[in-house]
């Protein structure tokens, strides 16, 4: 079993190696890298403010009640919006999307392998990591920050609208609380790891996706493993994104 994990580990560097070279070797495909986008991103918007808003909402149902017993329900927008920049906007928006388009991602795969297509692209000399996976890639890098910037804004938002309309918190008091704790640095850290994790997600779902086999059992296996895999290493890499910005560069 050991063993097996160490395999699986190591053919994963090994993929990501082969997406390295992607990188340097052409040609590259614009359209792809568009649909991608869009599939990823405006397709998902929906799903994202539904998501953001909610937590926002539901943290700040908490956070009044903790602060009401000092006093200091006034700083509960500070408080969200801090919390929501740094952590819960990049995992929350992260988890949707493995659930969304991570799952997605290796199915399609799965089943392009399970079908021989991917044999029938690598008979024709084409790259299925250049063609199918390295698009996918490139687009998760650059859409889960801005999904997470647009989670961050309707968190706060649904924050701001709970703490005035249903605790009548000064709004002027509020927001002067916020902006004198929410700093561009705050969005910034969870702008980066949200771009990590977006690397994260999409290469172990394709990686799992391309090592799909025996039919359809095999791609929802992969598709399992997919989903699995990817939600317990961007709650490891959150750990240690966060130790190493804090320790090592917002000292």
């Not at 050991?2 to 190591?10: A, V």
């Not at 903790?66 to 919006?81: C, N, P, S, Y």
């Not at 804004?153 to 609380?177: E, H, K, P, Q, R």
Request: hydrophobic share 55%.
């Amino acid at each position: 079993m050991l063993s097996e994990k160490l395999e699986t580990i190591g053919r994963y560097f090994a993929f990501l190696g082969a997406l390295l070279r992607c990188m340097v070797k052409g040609p590259f495909r614009i359209v792809q890298y568009l649909v991608e986008i869009e599939h990823l991103g405006v397709n998902s918007l929906f799903v994202i403010i539904l998501s953001g808003g909610a937590m926002g909402m539901i943290f700040t149902l908490q956070m009044v009640s903790i602060l009401q017993d000092f006093q200091a329900e006034i700083g509960t927008g500070a408080a969200v919006a801090v919390a929501m920049s740094r952590e819960i906007a990049p995992i929350i928006t992260s988890l949707m999307l493995i659930a969304k388009n991570g799952s997605a991602m290796a199915a399609e795969l799965g089943t392009m392998r399970v079908t021989e297509q991917i044999d029938s692209l690598e008979s024709m000399s084409v790259s299925a990591e250049h063609y199918l996976v390295f698009p996918k890639v490139i687009a998760s890098f650059f859409v889960f920050p801005i999904l997470t910037l647009l989670a961050d804004m309707v968190g706060t938002l649904g924050s701001c609208l709970i703490s005035m309309l249903l605790f009548n918190i000064d709004s002027a008091g509020y927001m002067n609380y916020l902006f004198d704790f929410l700093s561009p640095r705050d969005v910034f850290m969870g702008l980066v790891k949200a771009a990590i994790m977006g690397l994260i997600v999409s290469t172990i779902c394709c990686f799992f996706g391309l090592r799909a086999s025996q039919g359809a059992k095999g791609v929802g296996d992969s598709a399992t493993k997919a989903v699995v895999a990817s939600s317990v290493s961007i709650l490891v890499a959150d750990y240690l994104l966060t130790t190493i910005i804090l320790r090592f560069i917002y000292i």
